[in-house]
């Protein structure tokens, strides 16, 4: 079998996420390929550190959407029709961007992938998720367990298959189709049977704060910075996710922490 992990670079900023991120991967051990689909967008000097560490770079363009599509879409027009109110999208955040991971779907040389969004870390070895199914994510839960019935698809293992890519294709640009978390959305509609993977394997961030009872470094194999960056300066949420912030860092900035040194969340009363 191979395998590989698969991320999504559309500008420097999630160039400077997927550098952490494939940093962090490196260090669990495994022997999965790291692929990052990249943007035009983003530049060559944004990349270096991601080949450096033996990343295979494919360059990926937009899909073929109409002009219909893309309008609906656009992030203005997409925000003002869903807003996010539970947190900040960042200024650099384009929703048209997140459809470019269907892409992964092309990459029919693996014979599965685990897609991992550029602003995750992987905490220890997950190399587990490649047994799992097609199509498996783990529920969007951050605030409280009533979105458990919602995945998030910042982390999901796939199947490589031109033929599912083009089932994709066709089911997406439909007339006034609005899927108003972009792929997220349109995976859960593709999806509608999709697998759940345990909360550890997508762990939001906002749970730090939100629901620190669910809150054990011993099994979060992913940590997901939905949200707010932690490369962004003085975010509004950056002191709640101080420590959060800080492991980004060491990892961004080429150090091995200690996950097993790190203190668990205070819990709720």
Known sequence: MKNAFVTLVTNADYAMGATALARSIRLTGTTAEIVVLYTAAVSASDLGPLEALGCRLVEVAHLPLSDAFNDRHARKKLHGAAPFTK????????????????????LTDYDKVVFVDADALVLKNIDKLFAYPEFSAAPNVYESMADFHRMNSGVFVAKPSLQTFDG???????????????????????????????????????VWFAMPDLW??????????????????DHPKAQHLKPLIDLWRDFYEGRSPDISALSNPARLP
């Open 87 to 106: 947190g900040n999208k960042p200024d650099f955040h384009t929703p048209l961007d997140n459809f470019c991971k269907l892409r992964l779907w092309q």
């Open 216 to 233: 054990n470094w011993k099994s979060i194999g992913i940590l997901h910075y939905q949200y707010e960056k932690p490369w962004e300066k």
């Open 168 to 206: 994709m294709m066709a089911a997406l640009d439909v007339p006034e189709a609005f899927w108003r978390r972009t792929d997220q959305t349109f995976l859960e509609h593709f999806f509608p049977d999709w697998h759940g993977l345990p909360v550890t394997m997508n762990m939001l961030q906002y």
